[in-house]
Nanobody, 114 residues
Framework: QVQLVESGGGLVQPGGSLRLSCAASGFTFGSSWMNWVRQAPGKGLEWLTR????????YYADSVKGRFTISRDNAKNTLYLQMNSLKPEDTALYYCARGLLEDWGQGTQVTVSS
């Protein structure tokens, strides 16, 4: 079955960086679009970024464009999210999701606070 396991979250000061990972199994990772989505406390889900297959075209929400970078390692079946210049408003539970958001991981918490 499809399994997505996020890791790499934690507490970071404003302006800091984190790299999230998402280990995938149970499907052909290299053939799937992959996404990162987050949910801040008391708010709805926010789609952040997507990476396609093949040449790996990427797309970003305006809220993270220029600060976050999505990437993938198909040999390791792993998705990444490099997050730089973090702000307190980036505090959220971060999820990776497959394709058209049909499968999700359990999430990893990111807290940006001084």
């Amino acid at each position: 079955q499809v399994q997505l396991v996020e890791s790499g979250g934690g507490l970071v000061q404003p302006g800091g960086s984190l790299r999230l990972s998402c280990a995938a199994s149970g499907f052909t990772f290299g053939s799937s679009w992959m996404n990162w989505v987050r949910q801040a406390p008391g708010k709805g889900l926010e789609w952040l970024t997507r990476i396609d297959t093949g040449a790996g075209s990427t797309y970003y929400a305006d809220s993270v464009k220029g600060r976050f970078t999505i990437s993938r390692d198909n040999a390791k079946n792993t998705l990444y999210l490099q997050m730089n210049s973090l702000k307190p408003e980036d505090t959220a539970l971060y999820y990776c999701a497959r394709g058209l958001l049909e499968d999700w991981g359990q999430g990893t918490q990111v807290t940006v606070s001084s």
